[in-house]
């Protein structure tokens, strides 16, 4: 039990810690993907990755769809 305790404060004080990441496609991504890979034999977790990834993808993709044409960003 205490072992647990201890993993629980170590776990929030590193989220405390982290800063927010963009997750533009990611989040939609992820519930998709979750659903399928779990429908799809019962692999939600790496369902839920892979739409993260291709998520974020269609996501830079949108926004260079969108960005004017003289505008460059490396």
Same mark, same amino acid.
Request: glycine share 16%; hydrophobic share 45%.
């Given at each position: ?31 998709? /993907?979750? =659903? @399928? +890979?779990?429908?799809? %034999?019962? $692999?939600? *977790?790496? /369902?839920? =990755? @892979? +739409?993260?990834?291709? %998520?974020? $993808?269609? *996501?830079?993709?949108? =926004? ?11």
């Amino acid at each position: 039990m205490r072992a647990s305790v201890i993993f629980a404060v170590f776990v929030l004080t590193l989220l405390g810690v982290c800063a927010p990441a963009s997750a533009k496609g990611c989040l939609k991504g992820a519930i998709v /993907g979750g =659903a @399928a +890979g779990h429908y799809a %034999g019962h $692999h939600g *977790a790496l /369902g839920a =990755a @892979a +739409g993260c990834i291709i %998520g974020r $993808h269609y *996501a830079h993709k949108r =926004a260079r769809a969108h960005r004017p044409a003289g505008e460059e960003s490396f």
